[in-house]
């Protein structure tokens, strides 16, 4: 079944405890991205990537960090987690880009940063 | 910069009646795509439609379609014959037509209920 696996789904933490979220993609898709999701503000993008090694900012990639190591990988690092990073993180994957090619996203991992 | 605004926080529909979702985006491109994305209780994000701009002709998925005014920038939602199973959030998204990055910008969504 083709889909983007996010883990963990639910994490509760304390500020400062480094943390990596997952993100896997059985697509072969070259477009990878993070967005978070809060109240009010709907979905924003963290980072993305265009292929592997190739990562940039988004809209909102202030306490974060990203690798690309490999094409289906595309884990979410926040290496110093602060109250503000509590929210709903989605990984989403599409084949391209430049072709409005749909994104497919994850299942989402709530976070809880004490 | 691209926005994208959805002027109905909550709606409400009666099982098996229609409800249309408002949307609109403001942008300086004449390229781009919009979509609509579903978002149960499950917090999956859930694809339901999607439209070219360059396309006239309305998307069509069996019960949803959409009414897309490119010149009003306007691009709604229809659901006929609402199901318990649609409620859910339903967020508008575009995105340019353009290689390189294309995050897609979401509005902040509309609450959906359909009452049985």
Known sequence: ?114 | AQTVTQSQPEMSVQEAETVTLSCTYDTSENNYYLFWYKQPPSRQMILVIRQEAYKQQNATENRFSVNFQKAAKSFSLKISDSQLGDTAMYFCAFMKHVTGNTPLVFGKGTRLSVIA
């Not at chain 1, 997952?22 to 898709?29: K, P, V």
């Not at chain 1, 988004?58 to 503000?84: T, W």
Request: aromatic letters at 10%.
């Open chain 1, 1 to 114: 079944e083709a889909q983007v696996t996010q883990n963990p789904r639910y994490l509760i933490t304390v500020t400062g405890k480094k943390l990596t979220v997952t993100c896997s993609q059985n697509m072969n898709h070259e477009y990878m991205s993070w967005y978070r999701q809060d109240p009010g503000l709907g979905l924003r993008q963290i980072y993305y990537s265009m292929n592997v090694e190739v990562t940039d900012k988004g809209d909102v990639p202030e306490g974060y960090k990203v690798s690309r190591k490999e094409k289906r990988n595309f884990p979410l690092i926040l290496e110093s987690p602060s109250p503000n990073q509590t929210s709903l993180y989605f990984c989403a994957s599409s084949q391209s880009t430049g072709t409005g090619e749909t994104q497919y996203f994850g299942p989402g991992t709530r976070l809880l940063v004490l």
